[in-house]
């Protein structure tokens, strides 16, 4: 069986997360998509939120949603894969992940990380677009999957954004 991990923080999941995670059911058997908790940020929702969001998204498929707060190399090494999927959207990001493979490389020799460029419709989608899109009261819905549209609503009703 094959598997690989996807994680970011997911702070909200996108379109564009959707769209990464159904490429790579088309490749994997299973996909992990790992909620990474990162104390150098200070997320708009929890990740347990964050959590019950993908799960909504990804119910009943070989999906399977973990809370992580370590290195992504100690995750692969936890799930027993050496596939690590990463969603590019630009050169930018492309260069982040490339430098970012290359650290973990040296951690993680056996590191296979496959990029997926996003879709054109979804280049500019990113969680900080749904978030200043709320904060100046903006459409978001063509950036967030309508499947947890509502209960992301229901999530930030008391938030501050």
Not at 17 to 31: A, G, M, S, W
Not at 104 to 129: F, G, H, M, R, W
């Amino acid at each position: 069986m094959k598997k690989c991990v996807f994680a970011g923080t997911f702070d909200p999941p996108t379109t564009g997360h959707k769209t990464v995670v159904e490429k790579c059911l088309k490749i994997f058997d299973e996909v992990v998509v790992a909620v990474m908790v990162n104390p150098g940020k200070k997320p708009l929702l929890s990740a347990e939120e964050r959590k019950e969001l993908l799960q909504t998204l990804f119910k009943g498929e070989r999906v399977r949603v973990e809370i992580f707060g370590g290195a992504a190399v100690d995750l692969l090494e936890k799930e027993q894969t050496p596939f690590y999927v990463r969603g590019v959207r630009n050169t930018v990001d492309f260069e982040y992940e490339n430098a970012d493979y290359f650290a973990n490389a040296k951690l993680k020799p056996d590191i296979i990380t496959i990029y997926i460029p996003a879709e054109q419709q979804n280049i500019q989608v990113s969680s900080t677009l749904v978030k200043n899109s709320i904060k100046f009261q903006k459409d978001y819905a063509d950036y967030m999957p309508e499947e947890i549209r509502a209960d992301f609503i229901k999530m930030i009703k008391n938030k501050q954004i």
